[in-house]
């Protein structure tokens, strides 16, 4: 997708810009390309962005390990505020205060929104947090695990110490 020269939002009908998309977003690894539709509007002194959206990722299950397909649907909306950035403060000291109202999403009036970008970063907060490739996924199998323990420390002697103190370990 293509940037989006702020300005021009006010030169179009109801200075909104509607974009249906069918494409591969880079760094956002998918089995099919991000299909939807954003809707940018200039709202005067700042930018109302909606969409929806939908993918399918491969996942790797937290319990099992296993890897899993996984629909990531997207339905968002954001405003970014127009204004000028205030200059920088000093930050060679590596630390400096950051003020509650100005952690808010801003762009400058005369800059440009790129819908790609903000795609991704939507979709990337929309990965699941706890991933489950199935509500009665079981985990690792424990059984499996102590055989392939037992079976390498019988190829690799130099776990042998350690065999020992686990087995005197309750």
């Not at 937290?62 to 204004?83: A, D, M, P, T, V």
Request: charged share 30%.
């Amino acid at each position: 997708m293509e940037t989006i020269y702020i300005p021009h939002l006010l030169t179009k009908t109801e200075r909104k810009e509607v974009i249906d998309f069918e494409e591969i977003i880079p760094d956002l690894e998918t089995l099919t390309p991000v299909r939807g539709r954003l809707q940018v509007t200039h709202q005067g002194n700042y930018l109302e962005v909606k969409a929806k959206a939908e993918t399918i990722v491969t996942l790797t299950c937290h319990r099992c390990l296993k890897q899993y397909n996984h629909r990531l649907k997207l339905q968002s909306s954001e405003i970014i505020w127009l204004e000028e950035k205030p200059s920088q403060p000093d930050a060679s000291s590596g630390e400096f205060e950051v003020d509650l109202e100005n952690l808010v999403e801003n762009l400058s009036p005369g800059g440009h929104f790129s819908p790609s970008d903000w795609i991704y970063e939507q979709m990337c907060l929309e990965l699941p947090h706890k991933q489950i490739c199935d509500t009665e996924c079981p985990g690792i199998d424990l059984k499996d695990l102590e055989e392939a323990e037992s079976s390498e420390a019988l190829s690799d002697s130099r776990w042998a110490s350690l065999a020992a103190l686990k087995r005197q370990l309750p």
